[in-house]
């Protein structure tokens, strides 16, 4: 059978042992392309892995200038061939050529590149820290082996297994990648392996600094993230998923980033109801509609109290999710998966208020749906209540007061992120004061007046959250050069000579920009 390449030890060539093969499908109309990619084996699972960590052994040598170069050099690689992936992204994901793929997710793929390049270059990110006294010093330096990189499919460039910022961020903290493509868009990520390979190439990295193959066997993948070869693993995907990543992981001690599911609940207090309850309504509905609702940070649950007011947002929201045609979704599995979830949801005592089925079409859609609960019934069952369904989909809670939508809060899993919609001219803080303490610590990005669904690049986002959104609360997905931090180690250096220091623990500044921690100060002097 004719496969397409895989990129390993610096080779494009044919897989060596598939465990079968698969095409991509193009969701908008259900056709399959003619491209067939291989089920990756483990021989080529193995040889990746251990050219990665001879590339990471080799990479400990190199300058951080130019892991700065290579992203660099990279972006302006990928602006010169846009027309060429959006249209292969179009292809494979049905997501609009404009301005999804073209104005918005491909320049914030090549402006984290050029972000990450900058934090590589500065070297501040390495946390650099000198006590003189006791002549301690510590950084931030590259891991001991290979990053594995599984994208997800709602991204296909931000978070491309080949360009997204799992893997610059890896790419910018001194590791080789291993990039596992997602089945959902394997000829998008073929495109950018390419462009990868020839700036690694011309920069003068070594060869498997970046390496690509396709899907593989389940178990294969566990034993992907479990390496003794391995650094760490990234991962963004179901929950399920996740999990058995996880497990695998945390029995071998290597680490692993995951992002998986969330409800990212919205809190919409009396006086912004009040004062502009059909705004919210339409922004909410634009939010959880945003992709065909296959975001991460899609509003999959709104508390409200109960009352007037709260029953004509909610006629208002199911005119919205009724009167709109569905979005196409990413994959055959989409509808399915959503089906699956609402029958959980209405298991549990959520009552359906729109939608609820597959839309039968040319293309992959459910239709918009809107779920409700009281409060009572929600405390009761929450588990099964925050049940991610990947689509244009939401769970409305009504609470009889604040007292309970504060234990609802309290009964959140983690989340991504949380929001609370309330009077702009104070009227609700009383009301916002007894629930912020308890929704705080359910997520990582706590929004005020806003919809969730834009995660903006820049240094002090955090795109994490507590378990389960994600694997550990400490650490971001979006914003650099915090998220490099995941690839890194600690590198202590006890009474060592400076000559024998890494050129960011020596006296002198080696870039003169560069903050360290000297003696408890931050600056930017030499020693």
């Not at 992203?71 to 602006?79: N, S, Y």
């Not at 929950?239 to 058995?244: F, I, M, V």
């Not at 009396?270 to 509003?299: H, K, V, Y």
């Not at 244009?392 to 929001?419: P, R």
Request: with cysteine; aromatic share 6%; charged share 20%.
């Amino acid at each position: 059978m004719d496969y397409q390449n895989v990129l390993i030890a610096g080779r494009w060539r044919d897989p060596k042992d598939p465990a079968g093969h698969f095409h991509a499908v193009n969701p908008a109309n259900k056709q399959v392309l003619p491209q067939v990619y291989p089920v990756c084996g483990p021989d080529d699972v193995h040889e990746a892995i251990v050219a990665g960590k001879q590339a990471a052994v080799e990479l400990r040598k190199a300058p951080r200038e130019r892991f700065a170069r290579f992203l660099d050099l990279f972006a302006d690689k990928i602006e010169a061939h846009t027309d060429e992936l959006v249209e292969i992204a179009n292809l494979e994901t049905g997501l609009p050529k404009e301005p999804r793929l073209r104005n918005g997710e491909l320049p914030r793929t090549t402006d984290q590149m050029r972000k990450a390049a900058q934090a590589a270059r500065e070297l501040s990110w390495c946390h650099a820290t000198i006590d003189t006294s006791a002549n301690i010093r510590s950084m931030m330096g590259p891991l001991d082996g290979p990053v594995s990189v599984f994208g997800p499919n709602n991204f296909p460039f931000a978070f491309n297994s080949v360009s997204g910022g799992d893997f610059v961020a890896a790419i910018a903290a001194g590791n080789p990648a291993i990039a596992k493509a997602n089945t959902g868009h394997p000829g998008t990520t073929l495109a950018f392996a390419r462009l990868a390979f020839e700036a690694v190439t011309e920069t003068g990295l070594p060869p498997a600094t970046v390496q690509m193959i396709y899907r593989t066997p389940a178990e294969l993948g566990l034993q992907l993230v479990c390496h003794p070869e391995i650094g760490a693993s990234a991962f963004t995907g179901s929950k399920s998923a996740g999990l058995r990543l996880k497990a695998a992981a945390d029995r071998a001690g290597k680490p692993v980033y995951l992002e998986m599911s969330s409800v990212n609940p919205i809190f919409i207090l009396p006086g912004a109801l009040e004062e502009r309850s059909d705004d919210i309504a339409a922004e909410l509905f634009g939010s959880c509609a945003l992709g065909a609702g296959q975001f991460c940070t899609n509003p999959g649950l709104m508390v409200l109290q109960k009352g007037e007011r709260t029953e004509r947002f909610i006629g208002t929201l199911a005119e919205a999710f009724a009167g709109n045609r569905p979005g196409v979704l990413l994959s055959p599995k989409g509808p399915d998966g959503i089906l699956e979830a609402v029958e959980i949801l209405k298991s549990a005592g959520a009552v359906l208020i729109v939608g609820g089925k597959k839309v039968e079409d040319d293309g992959y859609r459910f239709a918009n749906t809107l779920m409700r609960v009281d409060g009572k019934t929600f405390i009761a069952h929450p588990e099964a209540l925050q049940t991610e369904a990947f689509g244009t989909a939401s769970l409305i809670v009504v609470a009889d007061d604040i007292e309970q939508m504060k234990e609802v809060a309290s009964a959140l899993e983690g989340n991504l992120t949380g929001c609370v919609y309330s009077h702009t001219q104070g009227r609700d803080d009383r009301e916002y004061a007894i629930l912020e303490p308890e929704l705080r610590p359910k997520v990582g990005r706590l929004l005020n007046d806003k919809a969730p669904t834009g995660v903006a690049v820049v240094a002090s986002m955090n795109h994490g959250g507590p378990y389960p959104a994600t694997g550990h609360p400490g650490f971001t997905a979006v914003g650099l050069p915090a998220s490099m931090l995941r690839f890194a180690a600690l590198y202590c250096y006890d009474n060592v000579r400076s000559h024998r220091l890494p050129v960011e623990l020596q006296d002198k500044n080696p870039t003169g920009s560069m903050w360290r921690l000297v003696d408890g100060e931050w600056t930017q002097k030499n020693v």
